[in-house]
């Protein structure tokens, strides 16, 4: 999901309006909800990119599927019918859940592994992670089984690779020498 200026400043704004009213983790979980829904179909993120089809129509398709919203999440849709540019509403959401985080001194790992983590594997991830970062560390999993076992982490700009795919190749290298 590549992130526009527009979706950051969007994000900027929604995010100083929920944290004035107090809103702030609870539009957070909105925006987490919305990421998920637009990611999981492809009909609705063509029905939000679509020109053809009026902001009004996408406006009351919104307020059908994210019914229980808060009002600043529903302010977000009102501004975007506005402006007519609700094929960034799931790059805004993203945008807000970063910025988030980054407020409450929370930074993402995104870990892959040949297999969804287990609690042991969840705990030595997290143990590797503060050698490497300082801030509260939210672990968002991918599963590749092509990396065999073990974990590749990525804080940042900052890898850390213990996968056995990894180790195979080093071993690779160190035999061919």
Not at 39 to 45: F, G, N, P, Q, V
Not at 65 to 74: C, H, L, N, P, W
Not at 138 to 147: E, L, M, Y
Not at 148 to 167: L, P
Request: glycine content about 4%; overall charge positive; cysteine-free.
């Amino acid at each position: 999901m590549r992130m526009s200026r527009a979706a950051i400043r969007y994000a900027k704004a929604i995010l100083e309006t929920a944290v004035s009213s107090g809103k702030a983790s609870q539009v957070n979980e909105d925006m987490k909800n919305i990421v998920a829904t637009v990611e999981a179909s492809t009909d609705l993120k063509e029905f939000l990119s679509s020109p053809i089809i009026f902001p009004s129509l996408k406006m009351n398709a919104l307020t059908q599927v994210f019914g229980s919203v808060q009002a600043e999440t529903k302010s977000l849709f009102k501004l975007l019918q506005e402006n007519k540019r609700f094929e960034i509403l799931a790059a805004i959401a993203s945008q807000y859940n970063i910025q988030f985080d980054e407020m409450n001194g929370v930074e993402v790992a995104k870990v892959t592994t040949a297999f969804p983590i287990t609690a042991d594997l969840e705990a030595k991830i997290l143990a590797k992670a503060a050698t490497i970062s300082t801030k509260k560390i939210t672990i968002q999993n991918t599963v590749d089984p092509s990396i065999i076992g073990g974990f590749i982490m990525r804080i940042g700009d900052k890898q850390y690779n213990a996968s056995v795919s990894n180790r195979l190749q080093e071993l690779k290298r160190e035999f061919s020498n």
